[in-house]
């Protein structure tokens, strides 16, 4: 099946730096890639949509500056936490629509632990 | 209101026993429906996709009620390996809604000997 795979699985940096995370689609191409954030114990919200070539969507709440999306491939969509805090730990994720023939579900990377000490 | 609510649980369920949860969602323009399987500090697996009619996957079965808006999973015969969070995960679909998934709470299933 389709496989996105996502780097770092978790990262630990000081407070005020920029953190980098990738997102890849394997053997297929992600026009769209979607952009989670999951705080403990609850259920993940999504941050943007991640648009190939053009500009990220973000949802009401937030920060196109603070989180910052680039979509230069289809097969590769990143994204970076500006002047990280500690209130931006949480689990991030990425996701890929699986591609035709694939079924109608999302497939997921394996998630990524940022914790701003 | 959620758009997307479930029983946060924990459902205890003992092994070999049978457990069903419900979902439920708001908006009537919700085009697909599935359930995902989330482990402790993983990402979500997809589990199943829930059709109109119902659809059974070995030992889980879902449905759809879109009369009353929500939607079931039921496991039968329950191993110690299906103790996770269970998402039920909505869409509208199409270029307006930008295909995104909406996700529910997650309902909590532990499974003891």
């Known amino acids: 099946g389709a496989v996105v795979s996502q780097h770092p699985s978790w990262v630990i940096c000081k407070s005020g730096t920029s953190v980098k995370i990738e997102c890849r689609s394997l053997?297929?191409?992600?026009?769209?890639m979607f952009w989670y954030r999951q705080f403990p114990k609850q259920s993940l919200m999504l941050m943007a949509t991640?648009?190939?070539?053009?500009?990220?969507?973000?949802e009401q709440g937030v920060e196109k500056d603070k989180f910052l999306i680039n979509h230069a491939s289809l097969t590769l969509s990143t994204l970076t936490v500006t002047s990280a805090h500690p209130e931006d730990s949480s689990f991030y994720i990425c996701s890929a629509r699986d591609p035709p023939g694939g079924g109608y579900g999302y497939t997921f990377g394996s998630g990524t632990r940022l914790t701003v000490v | 209101r959620k758009e997307v609510e479930q029983d946060p649980g924990p459902f205890n369920v003992p092994e070999g026993a049978t457990v069903a949860f419900n979902c439920t969602y708001s908006n009537s323009a919700s085009q697909s429906f599935f359930w995902y399987r989330q482990d402790c500090r993983k990402e979500p697996k997809l589990l199943m996709s829930?059709?109109?009619s119902g659809n059974e996957d070995g030992r889980f079965t879902a449905q759809l009620n879109r009369a009353s808006q929500y939607i079931s999973l039921l496991i039968r015969d329950s191993k110690l390996s299906d103790s996770a969070t269970y998402l039920c995960?909505?869409?509208?679909?199409?270029?307006?809604?930008?295909?995104?998934?909406?996700f529910g709470g997650g309902t909590r299933v532990l499974v003891k000997p």
């Open positions: 995960v909505v869409n509208k679909r199409g270029k307006a809604a930008g295909n995104k998934l909406t």
């Open positions: 829930v059709y109109s």
């Open positions: 991640s648009n190939e070539g053009s500009k990220a969507t973000y």
């Open positions: 053997d297929f191409q992600a026009t769209t």
